[in-house]
């Protein structure tokens, strides 16, 4: 069993920036995909990024592109979400998720979820 525990999250104004960190615990591997989804109020949750295990391979939606960067540190078994310019648009839970894959994984398909960090951007 793996263990994802997201933090970061916050208020912050348009333009602003937020860094998101989701660390992992447990049976953790190397070898794992993570992506970082989100999910606004009365909305589906959708994927924002995906890194592949390696770090060398990324997915971004095109909502986030340009704006967002995903990044990882295998050493501290922790992935980041770098935000900027971020707009009223981005609110949401956002949620790490985790799967033993050495790909990048785009769907939902995870193996993995943590409990999500709220992100609120003000106007």
């Known amino acids: 069993q793996v263990q994802l525990v997201e933090s970061g999250g916050g208020l912050v104004q348009a333009g602003g920036s937020l860094r998101l960190s989701c660390a992992a615990s447990g049976r953790t591997s190397r070898s794992s995909a993570m992506g970082w989804f989100r999910q606004a109020p009365g909305k589906d949750r959708v994927i924002v990024a995906a890194?592949?295990?390696?770090?060398?391979?990324?997915f971004y939606a095109d909502s986030v592109k340009g704006r967002f960067t995903i990044s990882r540190d295998n050493s501290k078994y922790t992935v980041y979400l770098q935000m900027n310019s971020l707009k009223p648009e981005d609110t949401a839970v956002y949620y790490c998720a985790a799967d033993p894959s050495i790909v990048v994984v785009t769907t939902s398909d995870y193996a993995y979820w943590g409990q999500g960090t709220q992100v609120t951007v003000s106007a």
């Open positions: 890194i592949s295990w390696g770090g060398g391979n990324t």
